[in-house]
């Protein structure tokens, strides 16, 4: 039996970090090997939003294959890729958008949010209102069965299930199968002030960040504000370093967790002991993308490399595409 298709993608804005990692990286890693696995950066999708800034687009772009490749994905596994080096995913895109009725791009709350809440930036445009379209595009060009994404995601997931039926239905013949959202309880882990980990909120551990940096913002972290001195009884459940404990130091969560409590333990310490256990894991991976970095024509290759498998497979369904709309000689 041959595997079952996954799809994903993230847009290049910048560093990947620790909440990006646990909440959709981690789990990439381990699907590759039960999954005929494609993951893939989505500049296009960048554009949506930031069209107007593009000067860091192929850093950021390259800056994200390292992190892929630092944090194990596996060109040899999976099919990594780059959006715009497969220009079948803008030939889908326009072909679905003829028959993408207006109302479902514009009741997305993706969509509707973002209106809302952009600020200055101009994001009133066709691009922008037909992000979820490319989506769609991107994922039923694969026919993937799964879509690995958070919960954010899923008006987008809902949106390419409408496409790919209405599609199927009007031009009769069923050329997408329509995929299912892979959603898989991920780590929870709050930036480094006590919300949630966002570039926005300036509160991330990227994995770009270095040894230092990293020490530095886990030892400047929030922890039980009530605790004022070392043998204060302390309050783990409310303390940010208590919750990164869970992700990194799983052993140690019911000592510290005492230690805590009764006043034992001192902040700092706890600290130091978290921040030792995060350089255990950082420090590899921000070691390799280093390495990957350094050398940009080789990162360029597997970016080409597999780009070029995954166009393989787009204009295979681009063929039974076009034949079922009836377009071309
Ligand atoms: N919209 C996704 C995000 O912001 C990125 C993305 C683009 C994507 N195309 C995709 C995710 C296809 C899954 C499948 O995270
Ligand atoms: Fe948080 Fe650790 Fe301090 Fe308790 S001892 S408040 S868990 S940092």
């Known amino acids: 039996m041959s595997k079952k298709i996954i799809l994903s993608g993230t847009r290049p804005t910048g560093n990947i970090h620790l909440g990006n990692y646990f909440g959709a990286l981690e789990n990439w890693v381990r699907l590759q090997d039960e999954y005929d696995c494609h993951f893939f950066i989505a500049d296009w999708h960048a554009l949506t939003t930031g069209y107007a800034d593009t000067e860091k687009l192929k850093e950021n ?59 200055e930036k101009d994001i009133a445009t066709y691009g922008f209102l037909g992000y979820p379209a490319l989506q769609a595009a991107d994922i039923l060009i694969y026919k993937a069965d ?137 420090t590899p991976i921000f070691e390799k993308r280093n390495t990957l970095l350094e050398n940009e024509d080789h990162l360029k290759q597997i970016i080409v490399a597999g780009s070029d498998k995954a166009r393989i497979k787009a204009e295979k369904t681009m063929q039974e595409v076009r034949s079922a709309v009836r377009i071309g000689v």
Request: proline share 7%; charged share 25%; hydrophobic share 40%.
């Open 61 to 119: 772009t390259l800056s994200l294959m390292a992190d892929f490749l630092a944090v194990g994905l596996d060109p040899d596994k999976s099919t990594l890729f780059l959006q715009s080096s497969v220009l079948e995913h803008a030939e889908l895109f326009l072909l679905l958008g003829m028959n993408t009725p207006l109302s479902w791009l514009e009741r997305c709350p993706t969509y509707k949010d973002l209106m809302a809440n952009m600020g």
């Open 146 to 282: 799964f879509v690995p994404v958070g919960e954010d995601q899923l008006p987008h997931l809902e949106i390419t299930r409408e496409v790919a039926r209405r599609f199927n239905y009007i031009y009769g013949k069923e050329v997408f199968p329509e995929p299912m959202p892979l959603l898989t309880k991920a780590k929870v882990l709050p930036g480094t002030d006590g919300r949630k980990m966002s570039k926005s909120y300036n509160n991330t551990i990227a994995l770009a960040d270095t040894p230092d940096e990293v020490k530095k913002k886990v030892m400047s972290m929030i922890t039980d504000p009530a605790r004022i001195r070392k043998d204060d009884p302390g309050h783990p459940d409310v303390c940010t370093v208590y919750a990164f404990h869970k992700v990194f130091n799983e052993e140690m969560v019911p000592e510290i967790e005492s230690s805590c409590k009764g006043g034992s333990i001192g902040c700092v310490a706890c600290k130091r002991l978290l921040q030792e256990k995060i350089a255990e894991f950082h």
